[in-house]
């Protein structure tokens, strides 16, 4: 990525909404339609308009909720689902629903609420739709027939046909209402402090990452022609040829569709296509049959469903072929010479910054036993996201890191560092931390501002009631607030290098020291020196995407050694 290209603000946080609502998608869609959940469709629904309602009390800034929709639906090409495209249309008809409605009416209790049953109502017509365009315009005289059933069998009326899918789409009308509720809710209560981040997971990273990263085709815009031509072409066939013209060219398409594409298959695998295949044709040959007035047989109900069942066959992997396709870099580059221009950079960054994402999800059964305090967790960490978005695009790279076990002298080595670059001229300023001892038992750290020789306890082993812990160690309020200052942006306008001990484990759940890294990465160019304990190296690598930094071990490095390799990389005071 080129570090000269800048975003808005506006991108920059539409980045982080899409990333968050693509993260619930991936993760939580993943996981219902694996299960099977009836009306799954809505939960994920809900989620998405509860955290675009909620983080539009935090954000106010005109045009978020579409563009979050349109880098949520165009990140869904990750997701593990072989159907991607109904649901990018989805994502993105429910986010411009939801910005239409907020728009005309307002960011108000009206606005949220009627925005979210359009959003809501979207759901619902997209899934009539769909088997409309799957099944044909017989769907509806089979649905007739199976209302004019049903009126037989139980003895009763109906004042209309389609009340049945009225009632269904109330049902649907009162998610979005409560869905709009809970946002509201959550928008006004979200906690403005930070919530602790969970412990970044590397394995779920790096899975996402291989997901997102191993392509399975070469694109071509050619065969994306070719796949919305074929689909179009047996479509036809159907409606004015005989079955044997259609049958031939559809199952032609679907054969080349299967050799190019290695899953293009695998939509049909599911048991839920077979449960509608049979139950479709057993019912068109009975029902139409019996119910329509054209004197159709037994035979020509079962060709019927046969038919229906077939062009569903080739629509729901057509569309999973085409989604594919649209994945082409090509498409997403096209959007440069647009108004969209900024897009093809927020959308990369929502990328790179989904692994970290999905790590940090909280598990499916959190979701599900504390749904409201998971996103108002989520809504009150969105500066954390705001600002790792932000490092995703800085990319520092002067980075020395320091590395070793527990024991191993990272502090003592960090400190002699420290002597030397003073002593050789250079603005140095940071924190280092050296333990307490008494009578050689570790009873706590020390925080050294690098710049003035003040110091301040940090942390101890004594509880005092209201000190954050890290493992036995309780940490001083008023020394964070000092070491914190010590690593303030502010203080360091003049500092030619910065060094900070220790970023680990607390700092990876976006607590003690992390806050002032990411402020200096995004805002400075000077050189970083880190001390970090082995177990997280990898982890703090990716969580701050430092690119190639030195790495010198602490256990087998003596200072001068040290000083010499850091000299080597960024060299003497008159040119940092």
Not at 153 to 173: G, K
Not at 202 to 211: E, G, L, N
Not at 252 to 273: D, E, G, H, N, Q
Request: net charge positive.
């Amino acid at each position: 990525m080129n570090p000269d290209r800048k975003l808005s603000i506006t991108w920059l946080k539409a980045a982080v909404v899409g990333c968050l609502w693509a993260s619930s998608e991936i993760v939580l869609g993943s996981f219902l339609h694996n299960l099977r959940v009836p009306f799954s469709s809505i939960f994920l629904t809900s989620i998405g308009i509860i955290l675009l309602v909620s983080i539009s009390f935090k954000w106010k800034d005109k045009g978020l909720i579409w563009r979050s929709g349109l880098i949520c639906a165009l990140m869904k090409s990750v997701s593990p689902s072989a159907v991607i495209f109904g649901p990018m249309i989805a994502i993105l008809s429910e986010a411009l629903l939801l910005e239409f409605s907020v728009r005309l009416i307002g960011k108000n209790m009206v606005g949220f609420l009627i925005g979210s049953l359009l959003a809501m109502s979207w759901n619902f017509m997209q899934k009539i739709a769909n088997y409309l365009i799957f099944y044909g315009f017989n769907i509806l005289d089979l649905y007739a027939s199976m209302v004019k059933f049903a009126e037989k069998q139980l003895h009763m009326h109906f004042d209309t046909v389609w009340m049945p899918i009225i009632v269904l789409w109330i049902f649907y009308l009162f998610f979005g209402l409560v869905s709009a509720g809970i946002g509201i809710y959550i928008g006004k209560t979200a906690l403005a402090k930070s919530i602790p981040m969970l412990s970044a997971d590397k394995t779920r990273m790096a899975d996402i990452k291989s997901k997102s990263k191993t392509p399975e085709i070469s694109y071509s815009l050619l065969w994306l022609s070719f796949n919305f031509m074929g689909m179009i072409l047996v479509l036809v066939l159907m409606n004015f040829t005989g079955i044997y013209w259609w049958l031939a060219a559809g199952i032609s398409m679907i054969t080349i569709w299967a050799v190019r594409y290695k899953s293009a298959l695998k939509p049909l695998m599911k048991p839920k296509f077979w449960i509608f295949f049979v139950a479709i044709t057993m019912l068109s040959s009975f029902l139409f049959a019996r119910f329509q007035s054209d004197g159709l047989t037994l035979a020509d109900g079962l060709l019927i469903g046969l038919q229906m069942n077939f062009r569903a066959a080739l629509m729901v992997v057509g569309f999973s072929v085409v989604g594919k396709e649209l994945s082409n870099p090509l498409i997403r580059n096209f959007f440069i010479r647009t108004s969209f221009r900024q897009l093809p950079l927020a959308l990369e960054i929502a990328f790179e910054t989904l692994p970290f994402v999905i790590a940090n999800v909280p598990p499916v059964k959190d979701v599900f036993r504390k749904p409201v305090g998971v996103i108002r967790q989520i809504v009150a960490q969105s500066e954390f996201w705001l600002e790792k978005v932000a490092l995703t695009m800085k990319k520092k790279s002067n980075v020395i890191i320091i590395t070793g076990e527990i024991g191993s002298g990272k502090t003592t080595l960090i400190s002699g560092i420290s002597s030397r670059l003073q002593e050789s001229g250079f603005r140095t300023g940071g924190i280092v931390a050296p333990a307490i001892y008494e009578q050689e038992n570790k009873t706590g750290y020390t925080a050294i501002d690098i710049a003035t020789g003040n110091k301040m306890q940090l942390s101890q082993i004594t509880e005092i009631e209201g000190m954050p812990r890290v493992g036995k160690y309780f940490f001083l309020s008023e020394a964070l607030d000092f070491g914190r200052n010590a690593l303030s942006v502010e203080r360091n306008l003049e500092s030619q290098i910065v060094l900070i001990d220790e970023i680990g484990a607390w700092e990876l759940q976006g607590q003690g020291w992390a806050s002032s890294l990411n402020e200096l990465i995004i805002n400075c160019e000077m050189p970083l020196i880190i001390t970090v304990r082995k177990s997280f190296l990898e982890l703090v690598i990716e969580n701050w995407i430092l690119q190639n930094p030195l790495i010198i071990q602490a256990h087998t490095t003596s200072v001068n050694d040290a000083f010499e390799e850091i000299i080597k990389s960024i060299g003497t005071p008159e040119f940092v």
